[in-house]
């Protein structure tokens, strides 16, 4: 039975590196809000599915209720948080690695990931998320530029040595292979490409085996099939990633 | 061999959900830069062992670095980010549910947990953590004046409904004992209480299950002694709870 992977229909979000994996693994899941909306009352004024998502979210007699979307359903087992998602995932896909103490460490770097998401989201939202950018715009702009000249060097540096110190030398962050959270770091690199230009431009360069570790996951495949299809949604001025000029900068 | 925690010896932080799990559980523990500064250099200033932490975060050759503490050494293991330090140790400990699908969930909530505890820093430093408080003061009222409207309900009755949902109705998240989200739960409502009590004052009483989930962890006898003892810091401002009254309302 397919999984049956439910997360907005309109953006990438933090909903993306659960598709990724999904999609590299070449596995079959189903992007719930994604179907055409057939269920819903018609003056739901949505022609995509979701209604679905919000329907668990807003049933109040779950024993296991999901805080936000991205969750999954496995059969029985329905699960949140995106990095959760992907540590109960990946051994299922064949993209977590064999050891115990190999899937600690990668579930160690996703949390990390996740926090810079969160981060990457507050640049443009540094008030609240619930507020317009355009009532945030001159906070965010200071947001912006401390993230640009402190955080961005913070982690690139952070997943970049990981890479660097891999015994194996094969340019993933754990063994000789590719596992989840390097889908996570290909994502990274796409996400600050587009968002901040000018100023990952002078940056990216710092962090080579991060460049070659995401031209390496562009490549794969069944990525690039992925990449190329409709299933990706272009980035876009809802998602974590967003690219605003004013917040962008080279200094 | 006693588990080798490490963390900012100052704060209760991020930290201390961690600390609150070893205690409760009665585990053996060493609070690493709690001790007693005896081989670092006479001249570090510092009277406690913090050196510890900076020596293994600027060691550039480790292959599985932790990008900032807390973190948990157990024999040749290596553990950080809070939550999966807590994945790992509950299990060893007796602070996990039984079940895999109730470690997915207990897990699931501790990173919304997690989340929670990012929203609550951010509402004293929304434009950047190296900046002082006092230069993002303005930003801050506006951030913290909406985490009071609208972030503390959104999680606060997240976690009501878990307990009120639970179905063994013994006024805990999982089950009908203590898991370690309790503890951190516990934690959220000690450290809204001291953040925001003026506003916390008026929404907690929204919340039944929660204000005694609290009381049953705070009198259970470790914990007790644990709260009643130095190696409990107090809040400061410092950490991630932090009072400022002109970031406090009863609005």
């Given at each position: 039975?397919?999984?049956?992977?439910?997360?907005?229909?309109?953006?990438?979000?933090?909903?993306?590196?659960?598709?990724?994996?999904?999609?590299?693994?070449?596995?079959?899941?189903?992007?719930?809000?994604?179907?055409?909306?057939?269920?819903?009352?018609?003056?739901?004024?949505?022609?995509?599915?979701?209604?679905?998502?919000?329907?668990?979210?807003?049933?109040?007699?779950?024993?296991?209720?999901?805080?936000?979307?991205?969750?999954?359903?496995?059969?029985?087992?329905?699960?949140?948080?995106?990095?959760?998602?992907?540590?109960?995932?990946?051994?299922?896909?064949?993209?977590?690695?064999?050891?115990?103490?190999?899937?600690?460490?990668?579930?160690?770097?996703?949390?990390?990931?996740?926090?810079?998401?969160?981060?990457?989201?507050?640049?443009?939202?540094?008030?609240?998320?619930?507020?317009?950018?355009?009532?945030?715009?001159?906070?965010?702009?200071?947001?912006?530029?401390?993230?640009?000249?402190?955080?961005?060097?913070?982690?690139?540096?952070?997943?970049?040595?990981?890479?660097?110190?891999?015994?194996?030398?094969?340019?993933?962050?754990?063994?000789?292979?590719?596992?989840?959270?390097?889908?996570?770091?290909?994502?990274?690199?796409?996400?600050?490409?587009?968002?901040?230009?000018?100023?990952?431009?002078?940056?990216?360069?710092?962090?080579?085996?991060?460049?070659?570790?995401?031209?390496?996951?562009?490549?794969?495949?069944?990525?690039a099939a992925y990449l190329a299809s409709e299933r990706r949604i272009p980035f876009?001025?809802?998602?974590?990633?967003?690219?605003?000029?004013?917040?962008?900068?080279?200094?």
């Amino acid at each position: 039975m397919p999984y049956q992977f439910y997360y907005w229909p309109m953006i990438q979000g933090r909903g993306e590196i659960v598709r990724l994996a999904l999609e590299e693994a070449g596995a079959e899941y189903v992007d719930v809000a994604r179907q055409k909306n057939t269920t819903a009352s018609e003056d739901s004024g949505q022609e995509d599915n979701r209604a679905a998502i919000l329907e668990i979210l807003q049933d109040r007699s779950q024993t296991r209720p999901p805080f936000a979307p991205p969750f999954l359903v496995d059969g029985d087992v329905m699960v949140a948080q995106a990095a959760n998602i992907l540590n109960y995932l990946a051994p299922k896909i064949g993209l977590a690695p064999a050891s115990k103490a190999d899937q600690l460490f990668a579930h160690q770097i996703q949390l990390t990931v996740t926090d810079f998401l969160m981060e990457v989201h507050d640049t443009h939202h540094p008030i609240a998320n619930a507020l317009y950018y355009e009532d945030q715009i001159e906070e965010a702009k200071k947001r912006a530029g401390n993230f640009i000249e402190h955080r961005i060097s913070k982690h690139m540096g952070y997943y970049e040595q990981i890479i660097a110190n891999n015994p194996s030398a094969f340019n993933w962050l754990i063994g000789e292979t590719l596992t989840y959270p390097d889908l996570s770091l290909f994502q990274i690199v796409e996400g600050l490409r587009y968002a901040f230009p000018k100023a990952f431009a002078k940056l990216e360069g710092n962090y080579p085996h991060m460049t070659a570790l995401h031209d390496a996951v562009a490549t794969r495949p069944n990525t690039a099939a992925y990449l190329a299809s409709e299933r990706r949604i272009p980035f876009n001025s809802m998602g974590v990633f967003r690219h605003y000029p004013e917040l962008d900068s080279e200094s």
